[in-house]
């Protein structure tokens, strides 16, 4: 089984210069869904990093942040420093380690995936207050763009892992099950990286799946990618394209 809590051990330079932020817009669709609350507490589950956690604390709210990855937590915890409203805690989904009802928000962005969900709905139920909501995030890759469909094909066959971990095998039930009936609602906003190819390699080298550096599937799949950046990239620069997609509402109980 694939452990998340080491998955992204070695690639933690690579996860914080090349993956994508997320529009602002998104956060303040989950922030108006509070009912001026004044300042919620936020909960976010499986921090990595911090590149969602920061767009949280930009809008001046106490975030505590949950990631079991202690590389990826200590590069957030050195970012975000400047933030006096971080609390970094060493936890995951299942064993936050936060009170009962404490928090107004749980959010997991990039992330739910991830965890499992037994566990992972009965510590919801335990942390969020009884009228708190849930956001769940992905940036999800662009699949009408030509581009993507040829990158995905690559992936597919040339990364053996990428079918194991790829958030987009999760369903929509699957994701609808953690909301209470009639609660959950679905929004959908642009996003876009320009990348060059180094760019584009650091963005595939941050992912789970991607062969060890150095290996011969690593070279097999950097050679097809150089091939397919030619292909579709206008000025040296490639257009990546992403849907980010946010589920949210109140949590079934």
Known sequence: MIDARTR????????IRYRPSYPPELVTTILDELDNRGKPLVADLGSGTGIFTQLLLERGLKVYAIEPNT?????????????GK??????DAENTGLDDASVD??????????FNNEPTRAEFARILKADGRL??????????QPFQQAYDALLRELAPDYGKVNHMNLSTDD???????GTMQQRCFDNRQQLDFDSLRGRLESSSYCPEAGSKPYHRLL??????FDEHAEDGLLAFDYDTQLYHGSIAR
């Open 8 to 15: 992204f051990s070695d690639r933690v330079a690579n996860y």
């Open 71 to 83: 590389n990826m937590r200590l590069a957030a915890e050195e970012a975000l420093a400047d933030y």
């Open 86 to 91: 971080l609390v970094s805690l060493a936890g």
């Open 105 to 114: 928000l749980i959010t997991a962005a990039q992330a739910f995936h991830w």
């Open 135 to 144: 956001a769940l995030v992905w940036n999800q890759r662009r699949l009408s």
């Open 175 to 181: 994701i609808a099950g953690f909301f209470a009936a």
């Open 223 to 228: 050679e097809a990618l150089r091939r397919l």
